[in-house]
């Protein structure tokens, strides 16, 4: 019998055909979907639900028929015990932390990119219990710029991952002139914890004593030494408490703040914050009140 020899066009126009018509059951907007996700294991995993990759099932040892006989089970052999066929379990999904610190290897992105730190967000709808009415023309603009080294951690406590511990440098101003102007610079610690979906930040810090005129010398009375965040995470919503407090008595002094991110269309985010205490503004920093502010969210952050 004469053997028969395909040309490799042919198998390679045959494969060709067999993924085109693969990818043409997942829109284009699914893989795009897929492309924005940060974390290589979830992107991965995206990528084959889409493309229709079936998931490898765990082996499954063949049943031996009832009238079988069984050695384990025959005269003078000891029995033996059913080992079971190992599974490997599924890869877990990356923590919100480690995704945002790149506490993982799969969580990393790369060097020099711009990304965002701390949660931005517009707010067209607010209301204030107790407004300052002080007529300005320019209220103001709050800079922060913030360097920090992060080192990872791995223990437990009281049920919580330690996950990280940054060490930073702070700087925060409002830029006005004399009279209105407000800065302050900071050194601060700051450790992360996690559970389930929760984290927990601690960040204590010390403030640097101005060497010229200080323009607020009494802020830590009003903003306190540091701050506790609490992130719960549930689907595409995110939840956030935050708590300062200057641990004082008789002059007791601190602020809250509740924000709710939740889902409105496509990748569009809305964004309701309630604050109540001192410091929602450094303008206004020994100026107490509480406000409710409804608007969307444009980056997500720590």
Same mark, same amino acid.
């Given at each position: 019998?004469?053997?028969?020899?395909?040309?490799?066009?042919?198998?390679?126009?045959?494969?060709?055909?067999?993924?085109?018509?693969?990818?043409?059951?997942? &829109?284009?907007?699914?893989? +795009?979907?897929?492309?924005?996700? /940060? #974390? $290589?294991?979830? %992107?991965?995993?995206?990528?084959?639900?889409?493309?229709?990759? &079936?998931?490898?099932?765990? +082996?499954?040892?063949?049943?031996? /028929? #009832? $009238?079988?006989? %069984?050695?384990?089970?025959?005269?003078?052999?000891?029995?033996?015990?059913?080992?079971?066929?190992?599974?490997?379990?599924?890869?877990?999904?990356?923590?919100?932390?480690?995704?945002?610190?790149?506490?993982?290897?799969?969580?990393?992105?790369?060097?020099?990119?711009?990304?965002?730190?701390?949660?931005?967000?517009?707010?067209?709808?607010?209301?204030?219990?107790?407004?300052?009415?002080?007529?300005?023309?320019?209220?103001?603009?709050?800079?922060?710029?913030?360097?920090?080294?992060?080192?990872?951690?791995?223990?437990?406590?009281?049920?919580?991952?330690?996950?990280?511990?940054?060490?930073?440098?702070?700087?925060?101003?409002?830029?006005?002139?004399?009279?209105?102007?407000?800065?302050?610079?900071?050194?601060?610690?700051?450790?992360?914890?996690?559970?389930?979906?929760?984290?927990?930040?601690?960040?204590?810090?010390?403030?640097?004593?101005?060497?010229?005129?200080?323009?607020?010398?009494?802020?830590?009375?009003?903003?306190?030494?540091?701050?506790?965040?609490?992130?719960?995470?549930?689907?595409?919503?995110?939840?956030?408490?935050?708590?300062?407090?200057?641990?004082?008595?008789?002059?007791?002094?601190?602020?809250?703040?509740?924000?709710?991110?939740?889902?409105?269309?496509?990748?569009?985010?809305?964004?309701?914050?309630?604050?109540?205490?001192?410091?929602?503004?450094?303008?206004?920093?020994?100026?107490?009140?509480?406000?409710?502010?409804?608007?969307?969210?444009?980056?997500?952050?720590?």
């Amino acid at each position: 019998m004469a053997n028969k020899h395909y040309s490799p066009r042919i198998l390679l126009a045959l494969l060709g055909a067999g993924l085109l018509g693969q990818g043409q059951a997942a &829109s284009i907007a699914e893989w +795009e979907g897929c492309s924005s996700i /940060p #974390a $290589d294991v979830d %992107r991965l995993a995206c990528y084959d639900r889409v493309s229709g990759r &079936s998931q490898p099932q765990p +082996e499954v040892a063949a049943t031996p /028929p #009832a $009238d079988a006989k %069984r050695a384990d089970l025959q005269p003078g052999l000891p029995a033996v015990a059913a080992q079971p066929v190992p599974v490997e379990p599924d890869p877990e999904l990356l923590s919100a932390l480690s995704r945002h610190w790149e506490l993982e290897d799969e969580a990393k992105q790369g060097a020099f990119l711009f990304r965002p730190h701390r949660p931005n967000y517009f707010l067209p709808v607010k209301y204030s219990t107790s407004p300052n009415n002080t007529p300005f023309q320019f209220r103001e603009t709050n800079y922060e710029p913030e360097v920090f080294m992060t080192y990872r951690t791995d223990y437990e406590i009281a049920g919580f991952r330690g996950r990280f511990i940054n060490l930073g440098m702070v700087h925060q101003s409002n830029g006005r002139s004399e009279g209105l102007s407000r800065s302050w610079n900071r050194v601060y610690a700051q450790f992360g914890f996690e559970r389930d979906n929760l984290a927990l930040l601690i960040r204590p810090w010390y403030r640097i004593p101005e060497r010229d005129e200080d323009d607020n010398p009494d802020i830590e009375d009003y903003l306190g030494h540091g701050e506790l965040l609490a992130v719960y995470r549930k689907g595409r919503n995110a939840y956030s408490l935050m708590l300062r407090n200057n641990f004082k008595s008789p002059d007791n002094r601190g602020a809250v703040k509740l924000n709710w991110s939740f889902p409105l269309y496509g990748r569009l985010k809305g964004y309701v914050q309630y604050f109540n205490g001192y410091g929602e503004s450094l303008i206004d920093y020994n100026h107490s009140q509480q406000s409710l502010g409804l608007g969307v969210s444009l980056t997500e952050g720590m």
